[in-house]
């Protein structure tokens, strides 16, 4: 608590909460206002829920009888929360999970069965899914046998650890709580994450680039330059040595060239989106071509960088450039935004407006709130598991890299979020063909270029079916692979691993999951058959080039200095 209250005292912190709460409020409020509003309707919600408590209650007593009784309520097979034997075999435990279930089942049909519109009612089934997911009596210590048994066994010394792992947490949030997912003290940047061989050849205010040193005596004539999420550090393309995509793309014979964005101050709270585009891709497009001697190049881009990518294609389109592009790569990459999932819930004209008030007193937007947005799309695997394991159990979680990586945060600098933020999520200018940027407008329909776009089956942040539409926005749609997994180990999945899998088939057109229906299942991981379509493209060598011996003196090591700075 008094971690918690100090930074308030002091006047660190200015609570949201009072807004948050009233907009889940407002928003359910509209669920709760039409069932009520019809008494027949309301009649028969209550008798829908009561009944399932009679059912329940029958159940019970037949199990305490002795006799045999299916259960009202189960789980998905995937929920872990449940996983302990006593909750099936004990009857207590037992019927108070199936009456969570019911319950939260029952929630979750009446915010379906509303007939109320669209974005109030996908912003309601994710508050109820929140809801439920934290009241769940997995979650606390007098209803959750395992940790009844270790508070018994250890004279409650797991809450004493727990506790004291919570004020830590709350202090390294400055005030808010930071849970954390992995030991942190097992990981450091440039020791050993992003310890791929290379040299920061080029800086200006918002990013670096890396030139990586080559691994093969030649190289293929034509380099890569990679272009990574600026709401994320760029590492998550080079995490340990055994999961990075930049040494193994070095390791293939690919010349590779890193964007690493600043985690940017107030100091840069103007720069838009034309900035991040003139002053960063650009840029780095300029900067790899020089570095290595060839007039043509790759580019790759990942989530976000993917998106700020296909917009400078349309852009350089518009305006009538060829910079020498020989193909794009796209990675869980939306143009079209109509199917973005949750994190539309976060987007509306009212949302956005207060956060662009905030912005505007802080001149950034802290990575950690982007971070908790994104950790909430998947609270029952990304939050409460860690709540339950950290404070409750006491004991440390495990050290995992991608882990250290997604909670390793940076800030959004204020103009460039909000341009991001209207143009694409809130009114998919984009995809309409209405997005003006730097004085042109943008038709993605100009972009007609070799392409290679990896959607994520479980994706919760790019949605494999958003992806797939966006794709069919393009002059040339290419071609489209869907990897098993999601977001981030559906991407990052080398093939020494064998891990997962990933579908083929023809060009993005229609919907998905006709697509699917027709896709070709092949084991392991993407990136070999990557490696494939980048050498039909042009499959000339050339002797490796060294990082520095161009006209870019070496500035420092990889991974660099701003991919270090700390939110």
């Known amino acids: 608590m008094a971690a918690y209250m100090r930074p308030r005292e002091e006047g660190l912190i200015q609570d949201d909460v009072a807004e948050d709460i009233a907009d889940v409020m407002k928003t359910i409020g509209n669920v709760a206002e039409y069932w009520l509003a019809d008494p027949k309707r309301t009649v028969e919600a209550q008798a829908r829920l009561i009944g399932g408590y009679l059912e ?9 009888s002795g006799k045999e009784a299916k259960p009202v309520a189960e789980p998905p097979a995937r929920d872990a929360r449940f996983m302990d034997s006593e909750w099936s075999t004990n009857p207590f435990f037992d019927t108070l999970k199936q009456t969570y279930l019911l319950t939260a089942n029952w929630a979750e049909n009446m915010v379906d069965e509303a007939e109320i519109d669209a974005h109030t009612k996908h912003k309601a089934e ?9 009241v769940s009596p997995s979650n606390f210590v007098l209803t959750n046998p395992e940790l009844l048994r270790t508070t018994l066994a250890s004279n409650g010394e797991n809450l004493v650890r727990g506790m004291k792992m919570l004020a830590e947490d709350i202090e390294a949030g400055g005030g808010d709580l930071k849970i954390r997912q992995t030991d942190n003290s097992k990981f450091k940047v440039g020791e050993n994450l992003a310890v791929t061989p290379g040299k920061v050849i080029f800086q200006n205010e918002i990013m670096q680039v890396i030139q990586y040193a080559p691994q093969t005596e030649s190289v293929l004539a034509v380099p890569l330059v990679i272009i990574p999420p600026w709401i994320n550090k760029f590492y998550v393309l080079d995490l340990t040595p055994e999961k990075s995509f930049v040494r193994w793309a070095v390791a293939q014979g690919l010349t590779v060239f890193v964007v690493s964005w600043v985690n940017p101050g107030p100091e840069l709270a103007d720069k838009g989106f034309d900035a991040y585009m003139k002053e960063g891709v650009l840029t780095a497009f300029d900067v790899a071509k020089k570095a290595s001697g060839s007039k043509d190049f790759h580019a790759v881009g990942y989530c976000v960088g993917g998106t700020m990518l296909a917009m400078t ?5 518009a305006s009538g ?3 020498g592009l020989r193909s794009v790569t796209f990675l869980t990459t939306q143009v079209d935004f109509t199917y973005a999932g949750d994190l539309k819930v976060f987007i509306d004209e009212e949302q956005v407006a207060h956060l662009e008030r905030k912005m505007l007193e802080a001149g950034v937007m802290d990575g950690r709130k982007m971070a908790n947005a994104f950790n909430m799309l998947r609270a029952n695997d990304l ?18 890299d991608i882990l250290y990586w997604n909670s390793d945060s940076t800030r959004l600098p204020a103009a460039n979020h909000s341009f991001y933020l209207r143009n694409c999520y809130l009114d998919n200018r984009l995809a309409q063909g209405s997005l003006m940027l730097a004085g042109q407008k943008l038709d993605l329909k100009k972009i007609n270029l070799p392409m290679y776009s990896v959607a994520t089956r479980e994706d919760h942040i790019a949605p494999a079916a958003s992806v797939f539409l966006g794709l069919q926005m393009f002059g040339n749609p290419g071609r489209f692979v869907l990897a098993g997994s999601g977001h981030i ?15 083929t ?23 070999p058959d990557w490696f494939t379509w980048i050498e039909q493209q042009d499959d000339t060598r050339v002797p490796a080039r060294i990082p520095g011996k161009g006209p870019f003196k070496p500035i420092e090591d990889a991974p660099g200095s701003y991919v270090k700075v700390k939110a």
């Open 56 to 64: 329940l209650w029958s159940s019970t007593l037949k199990r305490l």
């Open 126 to 134: 994710f508050y109820v899914r929140q809801i439920a997911g934290a």
């Open 313 to 317: 294609l349309a852009w350089l389109a």
């Open 321 to 323: 450039q060829d910079v």
């Open 383 to 400: 939050i409460w598991p860690y709540v339950v394991n950290n404070y409750l159990k006491g004991q440390a979680p495990f050290p995992f």
């Open 489 to 503: 180990a559906g991407v990052i999945n080398p093939p020494a691993r064998g891990k997962y899998q990933y579908w």
């Open 505 to 527: 088939g023809e060009a993005p057109g229609g919907a998905l999951e006709d697509w699917i229906a027709g896709a070709q299942m092949h084991p392991g991981s993407w990136w």
